[in-house]
Every structure is written in structure tokens, then in C-alpha cells.
């Protein structure tokens, strides 16, 4: 297994919209719709903002959508603002009950 | 709600074996549709799935640390527990626990604990 692959950095500037890519294969992001997404700031614990590839849990801003095509799930933040800034990691279910990470991508709020 | 406290030794010699549990307050780990999973951070990189449980022992690891890797549950302390063999530097990670929701529908980490790093060194 290989992780996913994120790019490494974004940025936009506030108000404006960014989309992360989270590229995998027919066996874990193409095959199934068990793609989350997990927004860390520094020094602090992951926190879930989209599961099932685009559902949001309580509390996370509608700002936060996700979406598949594919073997690419994307993440797209509306309206950017100081505090979206922060690594966000995607993760898909691989088959056999194992987990699949992406490597990460920077946002950074010009 | 539901927390969870990840706890064990803060430096492990390389070679030997790396224990962390997991404490699960405010709910039963025994609660469906609940995995139990754990995670690794080396400083400055990704996270890592190192493996995941279910509340009867049910185990799944990640392939590449298979050979190395245990991970158990103990129902009456409410708590799991991970056991990394045969250290080495590049195990050297903030590791973190978390819930895992399972189900036709669910494969997704709701709720983390804060992090415990591990460092391997002599």
C-alpha cells in the first residue's frame, strides 16, 4: 500500500475557494465511498471534517464540501478564512479492513 | 461525551518493544458500531494507520507493520492497547487513538485522543 497523494501546499487568499486532490487507485479510492477528510493544526490532534466522501459532521462549516471522481476525492474550502489554516489529510477504506492515508497538503491563508 | 487518553512511556531503546494504551471515558468501548484504531505522526510528516480493533478482539493491521504489530482490547478496563516490536528510529511518532465508525456505509475516524510521542532512542 502507498499512500494517497495530496499536493503538498495550497493557498488562496480570504474569501476565495481552494481545492485539495486526494489521488488514489481502483482499490481503495475508486472502489468504494469511504473517503474522509482531516483538518490538523499545529501541535493538535486530526479533526474529521467530511466522511463518506462528502458528508459533513455536526458543527463543521458548509464552507467544507468533498466530492469523487474517480480515483480522486477532493476537499474544497468556499470562503477561506485565517483559521482554515492548517495540514489536511484525506483517508479511504483499501479493502480488507485497512485504512489508507494521504500524505497531506498545507493550506495556507495568504 | 466520549474521551480518550492515550498513556505510556515517552522513550523506548531501539530494538525493544514500544506499549501505549488507550483509556475510553464517557461511553463503553464495547458500543456498536465502534472499531478502535491507532495512528502515527513522525515529526513533521503524515499520519500512518497502524492498525485497528473491535470490541471482541477482532484485529487489523496495516501491512507494512503486520509482522511487528499488536493490538488488543481489554473490555473491563475500558481501554486498547498497542504493541510495536523490534524499535527502531524510525518509529518515532506522535501516536494517537481514535473511534473508528464502521458500518455498510461507515469507514471514518470521529473522535481522537490528543497524542502521545514516542521517541526511540538509546
Known amino acids: 500500500q502507498s499512500a494517497l497523494t495530496q499536493p503538498r501546499s495550497v493557498s488562496g487568499s480570504p474569501g476565495q475557494s481552494v481545492t485539495i486532490s486526494c489521488t488514489g487507485t481502483?482499490?481503495?479510492?475508486?472502489?468504494?465511498?469511504?473517503v474522509s477528510w482531516y483538518q490538523q493544526h499545529p501541535g493538535k490532534a486530526p479533526k474529521l471534517m467530511i466522511y463518506?466522501?462528502?458528508k459533513r459532521p455536526s458543527g463543521v462549516p458548509d464552507r467544507f464540501s468533498g466530492s469523487k471522481s474517480g480515483n480522486t476525492a477532493s476537499l474544497s474550502i468556499s470562503g477561506l478564512q485565517d483559521e482554515d489554516e492548517a495540514d489536511y489529510y484525506c483517508?479511504?477504506?483499501?479493502?480488507?479492513?485497512?485504512?489508507?492515508f494521504g500524505g497531506g497538503t498545507k493550506l495556507t491563508v495568504l | 461525551q466520549l474521551q480518550l487518553q492515550e498513556s505510556g512511556p515517552g522513550l523506548v531503546k531501539p530494538s525493544e518493544t514500544l506499549s501505549l494504551t488507550c483509556s475510553v471515558s464517557?461511553?463503553?468501548?464495547?458500543?456498536?458500531?465502534?472499531?478502535w484504531g491507532w495512528i502515527r505522526q513522525p515529526p513533521g510528516k503524515g499520519l500512518e494507520w497502524i492498525g485497528s480493533i473491535d470490541y471482541s478482539g477482532s484485529s487489523y493491521y496495516n501491512p507494512s507493520l503486520k509482522s511487528r504489530v499488536t493490538i488488543s482490547v481489554d473490555t473491563s478496563k475500558n481501554q486498547f492497547s498497542l504493541k510495536l516490536s523490534s524499535v527502531t528510529a524510525a518509529d518515532t511518532a506522535v501516536h494517537y487513538c481514535?473511534?473508528?465508525?464502521?458500518?455498510?456505509?461507515?469507514?471514518?475516524?470521529?473522535?481522537w485522543g490528543r497524542g502521545t510521542l514516542v521517541t526511540v532512542s538509546s
Open positions: 481514535a473511534r473508528l465508525i464502521v458500518g455498510t456505509t461507515d469507514w471514518y475516524f470521529d473522535l
Open positions: 481502483s482499490s481503495d479510492v475508486g472502489g468504494y465511498s469511504y
Open positions: 483517508c479511504s477504506y483499501a479493502g480488507s479492513y485497512t485504512l489508507l
Open positions: 463518506n466522501v462528502n
Open positions: 464517557g461511553g463503553s468501548i464495547s458500543s456498536s458500531p465502534y472499531y
